[in-house]
């Protein structure tokens, strides 16, 4: 499975971006979606996460009520609905992946720019 983030960008405070990412492969078959993010000279975070089958969702507290996870198997692609943008949003995001046999996979960042 290959990995391809998208829908980041620069926006306002108080904005929305939703982020997507693109699996080559079954999302359904995995154990666990996610997205982190790092911001520079900070340590890589956990933003959110998802289970695909049973859609069990966990989320970090800087982000919990204003950030949603969600997933379409059909298109094999999970999403991160982020509003109400503050400044301290701004960070590289990475999806990541998790199979049954608890392999990893990262997908490449895409930056959150939050302008105040």
């Known amino acids: 499975v290959q990995l391809q983030a998208s829908g980041g960008g620069l926006v306002q405070a108080g904005g929305s971006l939703r982020l997507s990412c693109a699996a080559s492969?079954?999302?359904?078959?995995?154990?666990?979606l996610g997205w982190y993010r790092q911001a520079p000279g900070n340590q890589r975070e956990l933003v959110a996460t998802?289970?695909?089958?049973?859609?069990?969702?966990t989320y970090a507290g800087s982000v919990k009520g204003r950030s949603t996870i969600s997933t379409d198997s059909a298109k094999n692609t999970f999403y991160l609905q982020m509003n109400s943008l503050k400044s301290e949003d701004t960070a590289a995001y990475y999806c990541?992946?998790?199979?049954?046999?608890?392999?990893?996979?990262w997908g490449r960042g895409t930056q959150v720019t939050v302008s105040s």
């Open positions: 990541y992946v998790r199979d049954i046999r608890g392999l990893g996979l």
């Open positions: 492969g079954s999302i359904f078959s995995l154990n666990v």
């Open positions: 998802i289970t695909p089958r049973g859609g069990t969702t």
